[in-house]
């Protein structure tokens, strides 16, 4: 079974732009959850999606949102670019329920904001 | 913020010993779960454990849970220089957050 992809690996971006991550899941799973890892704050939950629909959510503002299609990849995008939002964005994959289920996660996308 | 806090942040052990990571945490828990990441890398689901098991194992990993003193602990046995990484526990404290929080982690490095 092939893993969980993240593209792009690198991204560098200025102040100001927006981008888009892609996360495609484990064949067969239908959780997707995203998070952000920096040295400072650690690893904190972004969000998840369930079947196209966000399930849960983590205290982030609303520059930063998702998306899950039919075939439950996902997308975040993170508009208005700030230099703190660079960072380690990991996007994990699970059954059903992340919380009590294995997660498997991606080899993570590298976002830089310069 | 965050739920778990590991202890200690850093560990270095030469290759064969035992290494023990702690976690501690602040409010009752569903479930905790450690995971370990290789540097700027994925995570990697170690084990899980549930707030009524007290210890669990998984080939050279001994976890215990002591949910009264809201702590657990992680025992590899035997280290190998392949098991150099961070170590984060993360707990599911139940309720309608359903997230996990993950802790600061520890950093071990086993020299060969």
């Known amino acids: ?114 | 913020s965050q739920q778990g806090e590991e202890d200690p942040q850093a560990l270095s052990i030469q290759e064969g010993e035992n290494a023990t990571m702690n976690c501690s945490y602040k409010t009752s828990i569903n479930n905790l779960q450690w995971y370990r990441q290789n540097s700027g890398r994925g995570l990697v689901h170690l084990i899980l454990i549930r707030s009524n098991e007290r210890e669990k194992h998984s080939g050279r990993l001994r976890v215990t849970l002591d949910t009264s003193k809201k702590s657990s602990s992680l025992l590899i046995t035997a280290s190998r220089a392949a098991d150099t990484a961070s170590y984060f526990c993360a707990t599911y404290p139940g309720g309608s957050a359903r997230q996990l929080t993950f802790g600061s982690g520890t950093q071990l490095t086993v020299l060969p």
């Open chain 1, 1 to 114: 079974k092939a893993g969980v992809t993240q593209t792009p690996r690198y991204l560098i971006k200025t102040r100001g732009q927006q981008v888009t991550l892609s996360c495609s899941p484990i064949s067969g799973h239908r959780s997707v959850s995203w998070y952000q890892q920096t040295p400072g704050q650690g690893l904190q939950f972004l969000f998840e999606y369930f079947s196209e629909t966000q399930r849960n959510k983590g205290n982030f503002p609303g520059r930063f949102s998702g998306r899950q299609f039919s075939n439950s990849r996902s997308e975040m995008n993170v508009s208005t670019l700030e230099l703190g939002d660079s960072a380690l964005y990991l996007c994990a994959s699970s059954l059903s329920d992340p919380t009590w289920n294995e997660q498997f996660f991606g080899p993570g996308t590298r976002l830089t904001v310069l």
